[in-house]
């Protein structure tokens, strides 16, 4: 897939909030960090739990069951128990509405 998908009106995602969908089958969690949008697979690299529910420190979530970080910028693992990073998608503002795209098949 290698085109933009809507997400949500912008107003619906203020600064400091986050919300999931899915994209193909795929959990995807976006966040808006001070007017920046982000976009990661929404699944702990570590043992497959759920990332939302956890803390959002700056541009890193914490995972709420083993407290494995990753940033949402690059999607690396930033601390244990996780090692290998999750998936990132580019977002843009389009209209009043944040999208995102899938590029990691073509």
């Known amino acids: 897939m290698s085109e933009w998908i809507d997400v949500a009106p912008a107003d619906n995602l203020p600064p400091g909030s986050w919300l999931t969908l899915d994209l193909n089958g795929e959990e995807i969690a976006v966040f808006n960090v001070q007017g920046n949008y982000y976009a990661v697979e929404n699944i702990c690299s ?5 990332l939302t529910g956890g803390k ?4 890193q979530v914490i995972c709420p069951r083993h407290g494995a970080r ?7 693992a930033m601390s ?7 998936a990132t998608f580019p ?5 009043g509405m944040v999208q995102i795209k899938d590029n990691r098949w073509g």
């Open 46 to 50: 570590h043992d497959g739990g759920l």
């Open 56 to 59: 959002l420190e700056d541009h």
């Open 70 to 76: 990753f940033s949402i910028l690059t999607g690396e």
């Open 80 to 86: 244990p128990p996780a090692y290998e990073p999750i």
């Open 91 to 95: 977002t843009r503002l389009e209209s």
